[in-house]
């Protein structure tokens, strides 16, 4: 891809929200925010859907977290979702469909950047995506 990836973060906090979209546009990529249901969806089935959607579950929504994830992936079933939460939750969100990689929040971004990196490495390599 020419352009930068686009990221979309869907979190509760707005102080989380504007972190990420520090870091990440600091990293050079297109950041879309979202700070809960309507307005993630509004963005994820827009007309510039992003490459890689950033989700905290516990964002405020109509749908239970699972509905919500499936939701999203039935819209885009080839896009990867990192969820970024509190894992301490107990839900077993790699089995969810769509879901790269599940990383519990912290005070560093470096790991999510890195992270982030990865899934982009493996969902976007010319070999993966002469599969889809």
């Known amino acids: 891809m020419d352009q930068a990836f686009k990221i979309l973060i869907a979190d509760r906090n707005r102080n989380v929200r504007k972190l990420l979209k520090r870091e990440l546009l600091g990293e050079g990529y297109q950041v879309m925010l979202a700070g809960?249901?309507?307005?993630?969806?509004?963005?994820?089935?827009?007309?510039?859907?992003?490459?890689?959607?950033?989700?905290?579950?516990?964002?405020?929504?109509?749908?239970?977290?699972?509905?919500?994830?499936?939701?999203?992936?039935?819209?885009?079933?080839?896009?990867?979702?990192?969820?970024?939460?509190?894992?301490?939750?107990e839900c077993n969100y790699s089995e969810m469909p769509g879901v790269a990689v599940c990383l519990e929040k912290g005070e560093d971004t470096a790991l999510l950047k890195k992270v982030l990196a990865d899934v982009i490495q493996k969902y976007y390599s010319p070999r993966h995506t002469s599969q889809l």
């Open 36 to 89: 809960e249901d309507r307005e993630l969806i509004q963005l994820f089935t827009g007309e510039e859907p992003p490459d890689v959607l950033i989700l905290d579950p516990d964002l405020p929504s109509y749908f239970t977290k699972f509905q919500l994830i499936e939701l999203l992936h039935l819209h885009h079933p080839f896009l990867p979702i990192v969820i970024h939460t509190l894992l301490s939750d």
